[in-house]
Nanobody, 123 residues
């Protein structure tokens, strides 16, 4: 019903910045709580950031608070993740997710997922 496509991943040195984008299909994007998750090799998929349907409220994992910013442009059906002051431990595949429950950090609360984009932070 909803397709999500992430872009903007790549290789960056520690301390650098990267901006991820997630383009969504469908006519109901503006109704969805949106989120970003990440998964490093051998680890579980972890919550990164969430944003309410209108974009007025956001919440973050403690590990990225103050460094990452989630935003959305409902006119473009797009959600963004601005990542600053990147650390090697931020290295992971980053996934965009749609139709979650606002305020929750569980992957199981989201209904739709993108294919992911690789972010690698070198020392």
């Amino acid at each position: 019903q909803v397709q999500l496509v992430e872009s903007g991943g790549g290789l960056v040195q520690a301390g650098g910045s990267l901006r991820l984008s997630c383009a969504a299909s469908g006519r109901t994007f503006s109704r969805y709580t949106m989120g970003w998750f990440r998964q490093a090799p051998g680890k579980e998929r972890d919550f990164v950031a969430g944003i309410s349907s209108g974009g007025g409220s956001t919440y973050y994992a403690d590990s990225v608070k103050g460094r990452f910013t989630i935003s959305r442009d409902n006119a473009k059906n797009t959600v963004y993740l601005q990542m600053n002051s990147l650390k090697p431990e931020d290295t992971a595949v980053y996934y965009c997710a749609a139709n979650g429950i606002y305020g929750q950090k569980l992957a199981s609360s989201y209904d739709y997922w993108g294919q992911g984009t690789q972010v690698t932070v070198s020392s």
